[in-house]
């Protein structure tokens, strides 16, 4: 399970990134005092436009960034006090993950597997299982550099499954890939909810969520201004489909409506 309580992260702005954000204050509150459950047997959303604050909040889950206020648990570990028991039960993945391209797939999987302790009979039954799964095989002797932009998605995704994860953190899940590489990385997080898993995953993309989420929280401007399941947030919000609801929502919550109302 994770518990998200209260988190708020700010970054302070260089001269450069306030020029590039158009603005002269010196902070930027990326996640505003968010909280979030996200249970076994589920798979959470965080829905929200680039820049809501998604990313943050998934690299405070992940340990990679420590929360200015509130705090994150991980199975019941503290993320900031037990960081190395987090990193024991989770994989974050991100298309912004790079493998060493002089490696091969079977390579680097073997690698990642014994730097998490894991003995070779196991190693070798996961990577025949995650192979499979993503269909690997053809591709596994081929060095990293080799290989497609899907392909090389896929392998990002196999090496950090490889210690059967019980929490997986996926930040935009399908950014990138062809609709067949898509529907695969999809079909396996629905497998990993059927296991039990623990699965968070942030998009943009609403219809996406709409087939994949159990519950979903959607962000704007680091704040969560809603969450439930899609039933839950459609009679909330009086919509008939996901996008409808985020529209009107985020037309509530940043004045576009009333500024659209001027012109």
Do not use: W
Request: aromatic share 6%.
């Amino acid at each position: 399970m994770i518990e998200i309580n209260g988190i708020t992260k700010i970054y302070k702005l260089s001269a450069k990134k306030k020029k590039e954000l158009k603005t002269n204050k010196d902070v930027k509150i990326a996640v505003n005092d968010l909280s979030l459950i996200a249970e076994p047997g589920q798979i959470t959303g965080l829905l929200g436009p680039n820049g809501a604050g998604k990313t943050t909040t998934l690299r405070c889950v992940s340990t990679l960034l420590t929360p200015n206020k509130g705090y994150v648990k991980v199975c019941g570990h503290d993320t900031v006090k037990e960081a190395e028991k987090v990193r024991d039960s989770i994989c974050f993945l991100t298309n912004e993950i790079k493998l060493d391209e002089h490696f091969t797939v079977d390579y680097l999987f073997t690698f990642f597997g014994r730097i998490k302790n894991l003995d070779d009979a196991t190693i070798e039954k996961r990577k025949k299982e995650l192979f499979d799964a993503f269909e690997m095989n053809n591709f596994k002797d081929k060095k990293i550099e080799e290989l497609s932009t899907g392909m090389k998605q896929k392998a990002s995704i196999v090496v950090n499954l490889v210690n059967d994860p019980e929490v997986v953190i996926f930040d935009e899940p399908t950014s990138g890939l062809d609709i067949v590489t898509a529907k695969a990385v999809l079909d396996y997080l629905k497998k990993l909810r059927s296991e039990g898993k623990t699965v968070i995953v942030s998009t943009h993309i609403m219809s996406e969520a709409e087939k994949l989420c159990d519950k979903v929280a959607m962000i704007i401007g680091g704040r969560k201004v809603i969450e439930g399941t899609i039933p839950e947030i459609l009679a909330e919000t009086k919509t008939d489909d996901l996008e409808d609801a985020f529209f009107k929502l985020y037309m509530e919550n940043t004045g576009a409506d009333k500024e659209e109302s001027h012109e």
